[in-house]
C-alpha cells in the first residue's frame, strides 16, 4: 500500500472518529510515518489523534515531530500527559526537545517530570551547546570487571529493554573508569565462564564531555563506529552518543558550512518558518563587509583613471575586459576554497601540508591559467564578439598575460585561506566564495593596470 492510500485511509478513521481502528492502523506504522502524518492535520485533529497512540510509541513519535508541533502538543497536554511523555522519552531526546523550547514551556514541563529524571535533564542542560555532554544519553549497556559472560548475559536481559543500544557494553572498574568495549556478538558466542575483562578490547575508543560535537562526529566517521562513549575528566562513563545523532550533527554541521560559504549568519529555523526580518538580519552583516570591502576595487580603478582615460581605444578595451578578469579570478579562487574547505573537514589536510597543497594549486594553476590565457588571446584576436573589432595583437596579449597571472594568485589565495582560518581557531567555510571574490578582484585589477601600464607603455 503507497502513502497515499495509507494517507487517504487514516483521514477517513480520523473523520469518522474511529479510534479503536485508527490506534490498530497506525500501530503498524513507522514512527517517523506517523509523525509526518500528524504535521498533515489541523492543530485540534492532531492532538487528538497523538493521544489515540499508546504511550511507549507516543514518545517515539513525539521525537520525530516538527518542534512546532511538539510545542502546540505540550501547550494542549495536561500535566499527567506531560509527565508520562517525557518520562518515555530517551534523556537525550528530552534534553534536545526542551533545548529549543521558551522558558515558559520549559519550566511546565519539567515541573511535571518525576524528581529523579528531573535532575538528571537539568544536569544535560548545563553542558555547553553543541559539545559531547550535550548530545550523550545515559542509555547504554554496562558491565563491571569481574563478571562472567553468563552474568552479563543476565544484566542485559534484565536491563536491556529500557537502553537506547545493546550492540555494544561498555566494561567499567569499580570507580566507574571506562576501561573497555565488549561487542553483543562476542558476548554472545563467549563461554558462559569467560570473564568479560578477557573478552572486551582495552583499546576504547572515547570523547570528553566537554568536546565539540563536531570533533566527536569526525571521530565517529573515522573509526566507523555505531556508537561512542563519554568519559569526563576523571576518565569515568558518564554517557554514549548513538549514531543517529551523529547522523543529526553531521547533517546541522554542513547547513552551517554552507551559510557560512554563501556569507549568511548560521541560523537552525527553517527557511519557511523563519521571518523575514530575521532572514535580513543574518544576511546584511556580511553583505555591509563585503560591500565595504568592495571600495578597494573601486580604489584601484579611481588609481588608474588616468591611464585609462588618456589611452583611448585602448582604455576601452582594457575596460570591457575587467568582468571578465574579475569573475575568472573569483571562479578560480572558489574552485581552490572549495577543495580546501571540504580536506579540512574531512581530515584529508592539515596546516603542516600548506606548502604541499601550495604547491599543487600552483601547478594546477600553470596549466588552467595558460589554457585559458591562450582561449582568451584567440578570442581577442580573431573573434572579438560582440563587436568583432580589431585588437591590437600588444592589447591581446597584456589581457591574456594579466588572466595567466591572475589565475595563479587566485588559486594560490583560494587554498591557503582556509589552511591560514584553521591555523588560528576560525571555521574554515568563513574563507569561502564571496570573501575570496572580494579579494581577488582586488588582486586581478591591480594584475590588470600594472602589466598595462608595463607592456602598452601607458
Same mark, same amino acid.
Given at each position: ?23 490498530? #492502523? ?21 492532538? #487528538? ?12 513519535? %513525539? ?194 558550512? %554552507? ?94 601540508? %600548506? ?17 585559458? #590565457? ?77 602589466? #598595462? ?6
Amino acid at each position: 500500500m503507497d502513502q497515499e492510500r495509507i494517507k487517504s485511509r487514516l483521514d477517513h478513521l480520523v473523520q469518522t472518529q474511529r479510534h479503536g481502528e485508527l490506534r490498530g #492502523a497506525m500501530m503498524m506504522l513507522n514512527e517517523v510515518d506517523i509523525a509526518e502524518y500528524l504535521e498533515t492535520l489541523p492543530p485540534d485533529k492532531m492532538v #487528538a489523534v497523538f493521544r489515540v497512540l499508546p504511550k511507549d510509541m507516543a514518545s517515539d513519535v %513525539f521525537s520525530y515531530m516538527d518542534n512546532d508541533l511538539r510545542q502546540s502538543l505540550i501547550n494542549n497536554a495536561s500535566d499527567s500527559e506531560i509527565s508520562a511523555l517525557v518520562d518515555e522519552m530517551f534523556i537525550d531526546d528530552a534534553v534536545d526537545f526542551l533545548e529549543e523550547l521558551p522558558a515558559g514551556v520549559v519550566k511546565r514541563v519539567l515541573q511535571n517530570t518525576d524528581p529523579q529524571r528531573r535532575n538528571l535533564i537539568n544536569q544535560f542542560l548545563r553542558y555547553p551547546d553543541n559539545s559531547a555532554g550535550s548530545i550523550m544519553t545515559i542509555e547504554y549497556c554496562e558491565a563491571r570487571e569481574g563478571i562472567t559472560a553468563k552474568e552479563a548475559m543476565e544484566e542485559l536481559r534484565r536491563t536491556g529493554i529500557d537502553k537506547e543500544t545493546i550492540y555494544t557494553i561498555y566494561v567499567i572498574d569499580e570507580e566507574r573508569r571506562l576501561v573497555g568495549t565488549l561487542p553483543l556478538r562476542k558476548l554472545i558466542l563467549a563461554p558462559d565462564s569467560q570473564r568479560v575483562e578477557d573478552l572486551m578490547d582495552p583499546n576504547v575508543i572515547s570523547v570528553s564531555t566537554l568536546d565539540d560535537q563536531e570533533t566527536v562526529a569526525d571521530t565517529v566517521r573515522k573509526y566507523d563506529l555505531i556508537s561512542i562513549p563519554v568519559v569526563d575528566k576523571e576518565k569515568r562513563l558518564v554517557g554514549i552518543i548513538t549514531v543517529d545523532d551523529i547522523v543529526d550533527v553531521i547533517e546541522e554541521e554542513n547547513t552551517e558550512d %554552507f551559510q557560512k560559504m554563501a556569507a549568511l549568519r548560521p541560523s537552525d529555523s527553517e527557511y519557511l518558518k523563519t521571518s523575514v526580518v530575521q532572514l535580513a538580519r543574518n544576511r546584511i552583516p556580511w553583505l555591509l563587509f563585503l560591500m565595504v570591502s568592495a571600495m578597494f576595487t573601486g580604489a584601484i580603478i579611481t588609481n588608474f583613471e588616468e591611464v585609462l582615460n588618456h589611452s583611448g581605444e585602448i582604455g576601452v578595451v582594457l575596460t570591457s575586459c575587467i568582468p571578465m578578469l574579475m569573475d575568472t579570478g573569483g571562479n578560480c579562487g572558489s574552485q581552490a576554497s572549495t577543495l580546501a574547505i571540504r580536506g579540512l573537514a574531512l581530515g584529508e589536510i592539515e596546516f603542516k601540508d %600548506f606548502f604541499r597543497i601550495l604547491w599543487k594549486e600552483f601547478r594546477v594553476a600553470i596549466i588552467i591559467g595558460f589554457v585559458l #590565457a591562450v582561449a582568451n588571446f584567440l578570442r581577442l584576436s580573431y573573434f572579438n564578439f560582440p563587436t568583432f573589432k580589431h585588437i591590437e595583437p600588444l592589447v591581446a596579449l597584456t589581457v591574456s598575460l594579466s588572466v595567466y597571472l591572475t589565475t595563479i594568485i587566485a588559486k594560490a589565495i583560494g587554498c591557503t585561506l582556509p589552511l591560514l582560518a584553521k591555523r588560528i581557531h576560525l571555521d574554515p567555510a568563513l574563507m569561502a566564495s564571496p570573501l575570496i571574490t572580494t579579494m581577488v578582484d582586488a588582486c586581478s585589477l591591480t594584475i590588470l593596470f600594472n602589466v #598595462a601600464t608595463h607592456v602598452l607603455k601607458l
